[in-house]
Nanobody, 122 residues
Framework: QIQLVESGGGLVQAGGSLRLSCAAS????????MGWFRQAPGKEREFVAAIRWSGGSINYADSVKGRFTISRDNAKNTGYLQMNSLKPEDTAVYYC???????????????WGQGTQVTVSS
């Protein structure tokens, strides 16, 4: 079992950047695929990006492709989401997740963080 803690959220103007981190406890983080999801008020949680345990495969939602970059450092038990050219519609609570499947469905992930708020002002 692992625990995930997100950080790095905040308030930023449109066009700005933020870097989210996901710190994992437990020695098995490197064996899990990792994803980022987000949930805006009144909307369902949606897929943002995913990265294989090895870092060898990456997938993005079309809405963030070219603006967001997912990465991980297994030696530090940490995952990252670099967000550039932020838009007001990116405003949401961002969650990191870990699990045995490299996918875009919430059911692919077994462990979840508590979330970090990202607010983009226009």
């Amino acid at each position: 079992q692992i625990q995930l803690v997100e950080s790095g959220g905040g308030l930023v103007q449109a066009g700005g950047s933020l870097r989210l981190s996901c710190a994992a406890s437990g020695r098995t983080f490197s064996s899990y695929d990792m994803g980022w999801f987000r949930q805006a008020p009144g909307k369902e949680r949606e897929f943002v990006a995913a990265i294989r345990w090895s870092g060898g495969s990456i997938n993005y939602a079309d809405s963030v492709k070219g603006r967001f970059t997912i990465s991980r450092d297994n030696a530090k038990n940490t995952g990252y989401l670099q967000m550039n050219s932020l838009k007001p519609e990116d405003t949401a609570v961002y969650y990191c997740a870990a699990g045995p499947y490299f996918g875009s469905d919430r059911r692919d992930y077994r462990y979840w963080g508590q979330g970090t708020q990202v607010t983009v002002s226009s």
